[in-house]
């Protein structure tokens, strides 16, 4: 071998000595597929000759590589017509695997599932979206293009285990950076209010840090799942479930007697929003947190109105009023002013300059994911702040004074508590 170094086979995956059954006392050295003949003309001539002095017998051996050997790229560029992209990643979701396959695909979908459970052991299930997000649970419709029909799996995140169905609830395993990100500005001891919580990403770990957290979603499968993640994970001593509008759930916590309407399509606890304020002893005059979590990014901006005028001026007085960390979708052409701008025409008033926009990720060449976190100003919380068309912003002040670079974006936003 040492005298053949560049002249041996080299595949991955795959010896270059072997067996011969009916000789045992001998081995085969194969040899690069560019040595195409037995007087091995294609070796230099010196090692040739040195090879050809020894012991050895140079013989033609056939090896096939079949199915099992190649990897799913190469597959699939073989099966599809040529020109076509061959789709070679996804998003791992436990068993499952989700693809977005392109129209020109679809006739190929079964075949590239296919493939692609063969070649991957760990996943036994493929889906691919159909259409787009155009319920109010804000779920993704799927179909199972190969393997199982059981969309019922768990992943982990970090020390977290979530336990979820892909094809009733939300789950993006590419934000697990951004759930620890937040989580980690959180102290052991606070107070978390997550408003959207879906199968728990933000709460789970929140409590597990050690705070307590009130969490919610309106979905009746995300809430069976956020129950559920709660036991899994040990957390139910610190974590209070509900299911219900976001806006009523975060009146109902600034304003104990604020009513809201039972829901009649939960799995299990029939009285979730009935009895919330008597089964969390919640305070007269409603409770203090230190956080609130707005995570649906294509509509969580138009929820801020419900922090208008909401809390308790004498329950608050002497205490920080809370962060708001909201989850919002942009064009790749709009600031952080832009965004800043929209968030406190919701609001009905302006946001103070220590305001944070912080880019998550970008969802489409046109579109990307922001969160903006802000401490609630109190002339918002209290209901005292009102504004005219010609008032400038906070925002505007900042496009006026050229900061972060949004001086030709300047807006105007009209607002009333």
Same mark, same amino acid.
């Given at each position: 071998m040492?005298?053949?170094?560049?002249?041996?086979?080299?595949?991955?995956?795959?010896?270059?000595?072997?067996?011969?059954?009916?000789?045992?006392?001998?081995?085969?050295?194969?040899?690069?597929?560019?040595?195409?003949?037995?007087?091995?003309?294609?070796?230099?001539?010196?090692?040739?000759?040195?090879?050809?002095?020894?012991?050895?017998?140079?013989?033609?051996?056939?090896?096939?590589?079949?199915?099992?050997?190649?990897?799913?790229?190469?597959?699939?560029?073989?099966?599809?017509?040529?020109?076509?992209?061959?789709?070679?990643?996804?998003e791992?979701?436990?068993?499952?695997?989700?693809?977005?396959l392109r129209?020109?695909? /679809?006739?190929?979908?079964?075949?590239? %599932? !296919? $493939?692609? *459970? =063969?070649?991957?052991?760990? &996943?036994?299930?493929?889906?691919?979206?159909?259409?787009?997000?155009?319920?109010?649970?804000?779920?993704?419709?799927?179909?199972?293009?190969?393997?199982?029909?059981?969309?019922?799996?768990?992943?982990?995140?970090?020390k977290?285990?979530?336990?979820?169905?892909?094809?009733?609830?939300y789950?993006?395993?590419?934000?697990?950076?951004?759930?620890?990100? /937040?989580?980690?500005?959180?102290?052991? %001891? !606070? $107070?978390? *209010? =997550?408003?959207?919580?879906? &199968?728990?990403?933000?709460?789970?770990?929140?409590?597990?840090?050690?705070?307590?957290?009130?969490?919610?979603?309106?979905?009746?499968?995300?809430y069976?799942?956020?129950?559920v993640?709660?036991?899994?994970?040990?957390?139910?001593?610190?974590?209070?479930?509900s299911?219900?509008?976001?806006?009523?759930?975060?009146r109902?916590?600034?304003?104990?007697?604020?009513?809201?309407s039972?829901?009649?399509?939960?799995?299990?606890?029939?009285?979730n929003?009935e009895?919330?304020?008597?089964?969390?002893?919640?305070?007269?005059?409603?409770?203090?947190?230190?956080h609130a979590?707005?995570?649906?990014?294509?509509?969580?901006?138009?929820f801020l109105?419900?922090?208008?005028?909401?809390?308790?001026?004498?329950?608050?007085?002497?205490?920080?009023?809370?962060?708001i960390?909201?989850?919002?979708f942009?064009?790749?052409?709009e600031?952080?002013?832009?965004?800043i701008?929209r968030?406190e025409?919701?609001?009905?008033g302006?946001?103070?300059?220590?305001?944070?926009?912080?880019?998550?990720?970008?969802?489409?060449p046109?579109?990307?994911?922001?969160?903006l976190?802000?401490?609630?100003?109190?002339?918002?919380a209290?209901?005292?702040?009102?504004?005219?068309?010609?008032?400038?912003?906070d925002?505007?002040?900042?496009?006026?004074?050229?900061?972060?670079?949004?001086?030709?974006?300047?807006?105007?936003?009209?607002?009333?508590?």
């Open positions: 040492k005298l053949l170094n560049g002249y041996t086979f080299d595949k991955p995956r795959l010896r270059c000595i072997l067996s011969e059954p009916d000789r045992p006392d001998s081995r085969l050295l194969l040899l690069a597929e560019k040595v195409q003949n037995e007087e091995l003309t294609d070796i230099r001539s010196d090692v040739r000759e040195k090879v050809l002095q020894s012991s050895v017998e140079v013989v033609t051996y056939d090896l096939t590589l079949e199915y099992s050997y190649w990897p799913a790229e190469h597959i699939l560029k073989r099966l599809l017509p040529e020109g076509c992209e061959v789709p070679t990643s996804f791992s979701v436990g068993h499952i695997a989700h693809v977005n129209d020109e695909l /679809l006739p190929f979908k079964n075949i590239i %599932g !296919q $493939v692609l *459970v =063969d070649k991957n052991p760990s &996943i036994r299930t493929i889906v691919n979206k159909v259409g787009t997000i155009e319920n109010k649970y804000r779920v993704f419709q799927m179909e199972v293009i190969a393997g199982e029909s059981d969309l019922e799996t768990e992943v982990k995140q970090y977290a285990r979530f336990r979820l169905n892909y094809g009733e609830v789950w993006n395993s590419r934000l697990e950076q951004e759930h620890k990100r /937040l989580v980690d500005t959180f102290r052991p %001891g !606070q $107070v978390v *209010v =997550d408003m959207m919580a879906g &199968i728990g990403p933000f709460a789970v770990p929140a409590a597990q840090k050690g705070c307590s957290v009130y969490a919610n979603d309106l979905n009746p499968k995300s069976h799942y956020l129950t993640n709660i036991k899994l994970n040990k957390v139910d001593n610190i974590v209070k479930a299911c219900m509008d976001a806006r009523d759930f975060m109902l916590l600034c304003n104990p007697g604020h009513s809201c039972p829901r009649n399509d939960l799995e299990g606890d029939q009285d929003a009895n919330l304020v008597e089964r969390w002893k919640l305070p007269e005059g409603g409770l203090h947190f230190h979590i707005l995570n649906l990014p294509a509509t969580a901006v138009e109105d419900v922090f208008n005028g909401c809390f308790n001026q004498e329950r608050w007085r002497d205490v920080p009023l809370p962060f960390h909201c989850y919002t942009a064009k790749a052409a600031t952080d002013a832009d965004i701008s968030a025409a919701a609001l009905g302006a946001l103070s300059k220590g305001c944070q926009v912080h880019l998550v990720r970008d969802v489409a046109n579109k990307r994911m922001f969160c976190s802000f401490q609630l100003p109190e002339a918002i209290f209901g005292q702040g009102v504004r005219t068309a010609e008032a400038p912003t925002a505007d002040e900042r496009l006026n004074n050229g900061e972060s670079g949004h001086q030709d974006k300047k807006q105007k936003i009209a607002g009333a508590c």
